[in-house]
């Protein structure tokens, strides 16, 4: 390899095949992905994030709850993502048609959160109640016990009750609960990242990319009579 | 002067094993294969060529049956777009569907199908529901208001259209919710097909909201 | 870079081999010391911060009431800050520092003094200092492995570039005729990287393209900064010194050229097959998989020769600290590689997507591979810019040891862990609950295995002060050292 030119032109080459092939051609063939237009209630989908849900997701980011929940739900035939209630279909790329910066994650140390704003309240995990995820949040082991999830009272104020009580108090038990005369309300930060939280739902069904599935290519018909039984059908 | 003092151990400066020029050298040679210079290279690069077109072979059958038709929205590997069939749709469980629209319905019929006595009649054990596919699909249609008897209760209220000229909901969708809602808190009506839908409202068009007795004149 | 005077013999055959053959070599590692005390110095301090935060944060994983209200120091921002300042301050400090050793010795002829290339090095650790307190404080990108603030990224990628056209200019200046492979990987690294980072910055950080396309950008950005710019330097590390120690040539070495070009093309097409059965096309997971198919090649190829060259050699492999990192580093290599593939696919795959395991794989690649190998460099070249050898024994030992067997301790953990949580995943009836208390006892080893790597890197950093801090005083005797031997030409 002594030759300089042609070496330092296999090097450009060779991750310019990459570059092409990988981010270029994506880039060109869904990069220019469009919201789709539901005919019926005349919606584009998907949803945008309302505004203090958007401000919540730059929390979500800089928190850096990426780290240990994933974005993306998997199909039913490779995961147990369906059955676990973390959303009912699969996520697609329109999902994220209009996310600034895509975070899906790379760990599962906790749950899925792709759909956590649509998730059905399980026992006492009622995950539809703005107050659970504050509590959640607060202290997860409030809420879960034997998690391993960070707390955050930061995103919490001790503040003492000028006259009512506010209505967007926490009700903690001992010994979380402040002290007489005083609330916990969640700052501007907290409630914009449970405004994310409970906004975080994927649940309209697009029709092009609901098209894309399998089908089993017609069999010929078996002449009657014929014994064997079919094969059974691949999931 | 700082050569290694013999207390030292020979980890604490490392000798060099061969001169850089030697290096360059010698293995120039060898990559090159110069014949004085030969290495083990009886067998090994033939078994090396086989490997490495069985990989690529591999790799490239891999993603000929994987590819999902190079299609960006494919996220099933066995899509073939060759046999998709125009307009097809994955399987879709009415029941489902039917459930996630109900939210809708629930606001005015609860969400256990109940109603509430006197102002909205319940849809469990009800003979409108459960009765004619005809009568319950105008109904959904197109609304129902005036005085009507439902489970031995009287109501009268204005129910709104979700067809044309009301929420405007697709043929599908008013199947899945009167599929669901027939076969739900022991109701035991049949599903209701799309196509049923589209039939009816063909013939019916846009209209104003049925009363009870316009649509007891309904087979 | 002006007139500068170029301070070597003009390369004639007799004084090329004549000053080839005096192993102190003067006036190239006269050129280098600057360059590479300043990186290195950097490269230790960092080692060690970014350890103490990975502490933390391994500490929080398992213990998350640890530290707990602190917001600057929340588990997300801690693992995000120790992840950019391990990659970008240990990780580019020592790999650049190796980087110029390499290039230097190689090339034959004295590197040239650039000035504005050590205010480029100053830069990138004060874009390294800014970058930790930005993701601290909260400006983090959420870009993996490039979570510092878009404000510093620019100065990384500028230093960057000036730092890599000196590197690259001892090729133009080089009195040896032939380049080895090692220079090529140096080479092509710095090339792969720069393109890299300005495709990630230009397209993910300030004109963010639309959707999954940045999942797809930041994975083919990933995996080429681990496996492109600190695999390619770390294999250029060990098949410099693997010759250079053992006084005999690589086996199969016309290997060589395939595994380099192998190695190019197939990992610019990986880190995609970490996406499989996510939200991307999936014509992009399944050329992920053939991708990490083909890249058996390279490690066959690369592996072939390394790893039969140091068993020949497994005398010296083992009393020799700067082979015994090597040899650890060629092992970590090819088990990483492995897993890469075993890991993309099929079953390796539904056991292993998105839990520990992925950061074992990825752990096993930085520390595992390219820092063992950066140690055992480092081991061979700083008593050669200090002019003296290194101040303790017992703490070489003591390094390799703790190292050894912190990497082997986070990795099996990790791995563990992972394959736990993944089978447990595939059970529906599992809560959650149940699958994260099954890990946290592997998250407590893990925990361990980081603080017996940073006992051994305290002692590294106290040795290397120890050592150092006489040539920064000026202290300067000459080393005397005997000639090198030829290596041996025949088998």
């Known amino acids: 390899m002594n030759r300089i030119s042609i070496t330092a032109l296999g090097i450009f080459a060779v991750l310019a095949s990459s570059w092409t092939g990988i981010v270029l051609s994506n880039q060109r063939s869904y990069g220019g992905l469009t919201p789709f237009v539901d005919k019926d209630d005349n919606k584009a989908y998907p949803l945008q994030l309302p505004g203090l849900a958007a401000q919540g997701k730059r929390v979500y980011e800089d928190l850096g709850c990426a780290v240990c929940h994933t974005q993306q739900v998997h199909a039913a035939v490779t995961s147990t993502d369906i059955k676990r209630g973390w959303g009912d279909r699969q996520s697609v790329a329109r999902d994220y048609l209009w996310e600034d910066r895509v975070v899906l994650g790379s760990l599962r140390a906790g749950p899925d959160l792709r759909n956590v704003g649509a998730r059905k309240p399980e026992g006492d995990r009622k995950y539809d109640d703005p107050a659970w995820h504050y509590r959640h949040l607060y202290d997860a082991r409030l809420t879960s016990p034997g998690s391993n999830m960070p707390p955050f009272p930061f995103l919490f104020e001790q503040r003492k009750i000028i006259g009512q009580a506010s209505p967007k108090a926490l009700t903690l038990p001992a010994p979380y609960s402040a002290p007489a005369g005083y609330e916990i309300i969640p700052t501007a930060r907290g409630e914009a990242l449970v405004a994310y939280l409970m906004n975080l739902k994927d649940t309209f069904n697009y029709p092009e990319e609901s098209s894309k599935v399998y089908v089993e290519p017609k069999k010929k018909e078996k002449p009657a009579g014929a014994e064997h039984s079919q094969p059974k059908e691949k999931k | ?219 | 870079m002006g007139s500068v005077p170029r301070t070597v013999v003009p390369p004639q055959p007799e004084a090329v081999t004549e000053a080839s053959r005096r192993e102190d070599f003067g006036p190239v590692d006269a050129s280098l010391r600057a360059p590479v005390v300043l990186l290195l110095g950097w490269a230790a301090i960092w080692l060690i911060v970014g350890l103490g935060l990975a502490l933390i944060s391994a500490w929080k994983m398992h213990t998350p009431s640890f530290l707990g209200g602190i917001e600057c120091l929340t588990l997300g921002r801690v693992d995000m800050a120790a992840n950019n300042v391990l990659l970008y301050g240990w990780g580019f400090n020592a790999a650049l520092g190796l980087g110029f050793w390499l290039l230097g010795r190689l090339s034959g002829s004295a590197v040239r003094p650039f000035g504005l290339g050590l205010v480029a090095i100053l830069f990138w650790n004060l874009a390294v200092a800014g970058g930790l307190v930005g993701i601290l404080i909260g400006d983090a990108t959420a870009i993996p492995f490039l979570e510092m603030p878009s404000y510093v990224l620019p100065v990384l990628l500028v230093s960057f570039s000036v730092i890599g056209a000196w590197l690259v200019a001892t090729l133009r200046d080089r009195a040896f005729k032939d380049i080895f492979i090692s220079q090529w990987y140096v080479i092509g690294g710095i090339f792969w990287f720069a393109w890299l980072l300005s495709v990630a910055l230009l397209m993910l950080v300030f004109f963010p393209v639309r959707g999954t396309v940045q999942a797809i950008i930041s994975a083919w950005y990933s995996h080429g900064l681990l496996w492109l710019w600190f695999g390619a330097v770390a294999l250029a590390a060990i098949y410099y010194f693997i010759p250079k120690i053992t006084g005999r040539p690589l086996r199969h070495f016309y290997l060589a050229t395939l595994g380099f070009w192998s190695y190019g093309v197939f990992n610019g097409w990986l880190g995609v097959q970490h996406l499989v059965g996510g939200p991307v096309p999936v014509w992009v997971q399944s050329v992920g998989i053939a991708a990490s198919l083909l890249s058996l090649v390279a490690v066959v190829s690369i592996g072939l020769t390394v790893l039969s060259s140091l068993l020949r050699s497994f005398g010296s492999s083992l009393s020799s600290p700067t082979l015994r990192f090597i040899t650890f580093a060629s092992v970590s290599f090819v088990v990483s590689a492995l897993q890469l593939v075993f890991t993309s696919f099929g079953r390796g795959a539904a056991l292993t997507h998105l839990t520990y395991a992925e950061q074992s794989q990825t752990y096993l690649t930085f520390f595992g591979f390219f820092t063992m190998a950066a140690f055992g460099a480092i081991y061979y070249l700083v008593p050669r810019l200090a002019q003296k050898p290194w101040s303790s024994a017992g703490l070489i030992n003591v390094h390799f040891v703790a190292s050894a067997l912190g990497v082997v301790l986070v990795f099996a953990s990790l791995l563990l862990a992972g394959l736990k949580q993944g089978a447990e995943l595939q059970q529906a009836d599992l809560t959650f609950s149940t699958i994260v208390e099954g890990t946290l006892p592997y998250l407590a080893a893990r925990a361990g295995g980081v603080i017996l790597f940073l006992i051994g890197q305290i002692a590294f950093a106290v040795n290397l002060g120890l050592t150092l801090t006489p040539t920064l005083a000026g202290d300067r005797a000459a080393l005397v050292l005997p000639e090198p031997p030829e290596l041996e030409a025949a088998r």
Request: charged share 20%; glycine share 10%; hydrophobic share 40%.
């Open chain 2, 1 to 219: 002067m700082s050569a290694l003092d013999p207390k030292d151990s020979p980890s604490q400066l490392e000798r060099a094993g061969a001169s850089d020029e030697s290096i360059h050298r010698v293995h120039a040679a060898l990559a090159t294969n110069s014949p004085d210079m030969q290495e083990g290279r009886s067998k090994l690069p033939l078994v090396l060529l086989g490997f490495v077109s069985v990989m690529i072979f591999v790799a490239a059958i891999y993603v000929v049956r994987n590819r999902g038709g190079f299609d960006p929205l494919a996220q099933d590997a066995r899509f073939d777009p060759r046999l998709a069939v125009a307009g097809q749709k994955a399987a879709v469980d009415p029941m489902a569907e039917g459930k996630k629209l109900f939210a809708t319905c629930s606001a005015c019929h609860q969400g256990n199908g109940q109603g509430v006595p006197g102002t909205f009649p319940p849809l469990a054990g009800s003979e409108w529901v459960n009765g004619s596919e005809e009568r319950v699909i105008r109904i959904v249609l197109s609304g129902l208001s005036g005085p009507v008897t439902v489970a031995g209760g009287s109501y009268n209220n204005a129910m709104p259209a979700f067809g044309p000229g009301g929420y405007g909901w697709s043929d599908d969708k008013i199947s899945y919710i009167l599929t669901y809602v027939r076969q739900s808190w022991g109701n035991k009506g049949t599903a209701i097909t799309p196509e049923k839908v589209t039939e009816i409202r063909t013939q019916i068009g846009q209209r104003k909201p049925w009363s009870e007795a316009e649509l007891q004149a309904v087979p």
